[in-house]
């Protein structure tokens, strides 16, 4: 990861700018990054007190360590689906799905290798066993995780030809005039802030129906049915429209007085073939607290 720095108003610290463009690493954890020479200034590793300036070059590694064993965890998984090759879990807002360089406990993987060990695919190398597509940290909900390499090709697969349903939940910003509608728009990864990404014409077909549930005094909720799977796609295309996903500060909601983690947005529903029977079956949950809080929070404003 790249970032070049534009003009600067004040002085600031490497590692207080860097918290602001990744929003969750926390500072500390920043600061240990850039002592392990993990950031660079310049093609030079340099201290977290260091001043940017502008037309300085960042070089962020957050690559993972192969290297360094993921430890298993005794983490509660919330199974609503199992079978012999795969299983759906309902991932808490707030966990990371896999392992990052900074991050190696309190995800996903932790809680999968403690209790499945080795009975899960390994084609995504050994910091994503089981992985086959993933959710934000503060996107809560349903994920289907593959126990054999047969499982994860077969179902990865029916991911690029569109065979595998994803519904969620989302609370934006402003109300939908049209009650159901499509946002065809391409996204890519934005060239001056490496962790967002944007809508672009050099970025990859990114395709989302939305249908409005509710309408609020000034939010929507609203159903969403992903027809790609891109990185952020939701929040990038309901931020492109001026309707960000309430709390997704990243995507430029904003504050609020209601406290709730990052981004109202739950992945609610899937429904897939069943691995080598091409049975339909459909997973689906009840909204989470985020969001019952948020709607709760919505009504009493009305």
Excluded: W
């Amino acid at each position: 990861m790249k970032l070049i720095i534009d003009d600067l108003i004040d002085e600031i610290r490497l590692d207080s700018y860097l918290s602001s463009y990744l929003p969750n690493i926390s500072r500390s954890k920043l600061q240990t990054v850039i002592k392990n020479e993990r950031i660079k200034v310049n093609l030079k590793p340099v201290k977290p007190s260091y001043i940017v300036k502008p037309n300085d070059i960042i070089e962020i590694d957050l690559s993972f360590d192969d290297d360094k064993a993921i430890p298993p965890e005794n983490i509660p998984l919330d199974v609503k689906y199992e079978d012999d090759n795969l299983l759906v879990v309902n991932k808490p807002s707030g966990m990371l799905t896999h392992p990052t360089s900074i991050e190696t406990t309190g995800t996903l993987v932790n809680a999968l290798l403690y209790k499945y060990g080795k009975n899960l695919s390994d084609i995504n190398g050994d910091n994503r066993p089981g992985i086959i597509h993933r959710l934000d940290r503060n996107t809560s909900g349903l994920l289907m995780i593959a126990k054999n390499n047969k499982a994860h090709c077969y179902l990865a697969e029916k991911i690029k030809n569109r065979e595998i349903e994803k519904n969620y939940y989302a609370v934006v910003k402003g109300i939908l005039k049209d009650d159901h509608f499509i946002i065809n728009e391409k996204i890519g990864r934005s060239a001056k802030h490496p962790e967002k990404m944007c809508v672009s014409d050099d970025g990859k077909e990114s395709i989302t129906e939305v249908s409005v549930i509710q309408r609020f005094n000034n939010a929507t909720l609203i159903d969403i049915h992903l027809i790609t799977g891109r990185t952020h796609q939701i929040r990038v295309h309901m931020s492109y429209i001026g309707h960000p996903v309430y709390n997704d500060t990243l995507y430029g909601f904003g504050k609020i007085k209601l406290k709730t983690d990052e981004q109202v947005l739950q992945s609610y529903k899937l429904t897939f073939p069943k691995p080598f029977t091409d049975e339909p079956i459909t997973v689906e949950i009840e909204k989470d607290e985020k969001l019952k809080k948020t709607i709760a929070y919505l009504h009493a404003q009305t």
